[in-house]
């Protein structure tokens, strides 16, 4: 088995910060993935990465930054926090890259509120 | 317009009892996934299920898969306060596609 850990667990920020999440696997997974999940809109993919250095964009890219310098580790950065947002980020991980039979690991969550 | 819905929106049931999660897509698929994700915690996955397969099974859980319908759902039997949750279904765009898309999720309130 293995474990996905995100720090912080709750991120407290103010208007137009850049704000940086991170995410560690122990599962030696390849591809990564950062999510995000806003009240009553399910989760959408923001990056993803299928190894080390690897970056992809998600359907929801804009205003976030994404590096993979490892590959147990997969860091977000929010390049300008908008007031009043309010989100929780997941990350990811996965052996097989890609498709609708790839098993998604899942960490517990960065809860961000920007004031 | 999501490419997997979920219905109903929310359901509450007594401890012991029963509960069906419905699941509608929209795209030809290969496998769909069930998540469950409990408050404070990521999504776990419950039962993959491939277009091959009716029916699959994970001890009280029971999936079922019709591809002519694009339909799929979800049965909890014996019910816990624990089986307390959101329940999604997940896809993907296409078999090359990075990333699950998920639906809205259906909230289940398991009560004593």
């Known amino acids: 088995g293995g474990i996905i850990t995100q720090t912080p667990k709750f991120l407290i920020g103010q208007e137009g910060q850049k704000l940086t999440l991170k995410c560690q696997q122990n599962?030696?997974?390849?591809?990564m993935y950062w999510y995000r999940q806003d009240s009553g809109k399910g989760l959408r993919l923001i990056y993803y990465?299928?190894?080390?250095?690897?970056?992809q964009k998600g359907d929801l890219s804009e205003g976030y930054d994404a590096s993979r310098e490892k590959k147990s580790s997969f860091s977000l950065t929010v390049t300008s926090a908008q007031k009043n947002e309010m989100a929780v980020f997941l990350c990811?991980?996965?052996?097989?890259?890609?498709?609708?039979?790839?098993?998604?690991?899942f960490g517990p969550g960065t809860r961000l509120l920007v004031l | 317009s999501q490419l997997a819905e979920e219905n109903p929106w929310a359901l509450s049931v007594h401890e012991g009892e029963s509960v069906t999660v419905n699941c509608s897509y929209k795209?030809?698929?290969?496998?769909l996934q069930w998540y469950r994700q409990k408050s404070g915690e990521g999504p776990a996955q419950l039962i993959l299920?491939?277009?091959?397969?009716r029916e699959k099974r994970n001890g009280r859980l029971r999936a079922t898969l019709d591809t002519s319908s694009q339909s799929s759902s979800l049965s909890i039997t014996a019910t816990r306060c624990e089986d307390t949750a959101v329940y999604f279904c997940?896809?993907?765009?296409?078999?090359?596609?990075?990333?699950?898309?998920f639906g809205l999720g259906t909230r289940v309130s398991v009560f004593p």
């Open positions: 990811a991980s996965s052996i097989v890259a890609g498709g609708n039979q790839d098993t998604q690991y």
């Open positions: 599962f030696n997974h390849d591809t």
């Open positions: 990465s299928i190894t080390e250095n690897d970056l």
């Open positions: 795209t030809s698929i290969t496998a």
């Open positions: 299920i491939r277009s091959n397969e």
């Open positions: 997940a896809t993907a765009k296409n078999n090359y596609a990075q990333g699950l898309t």
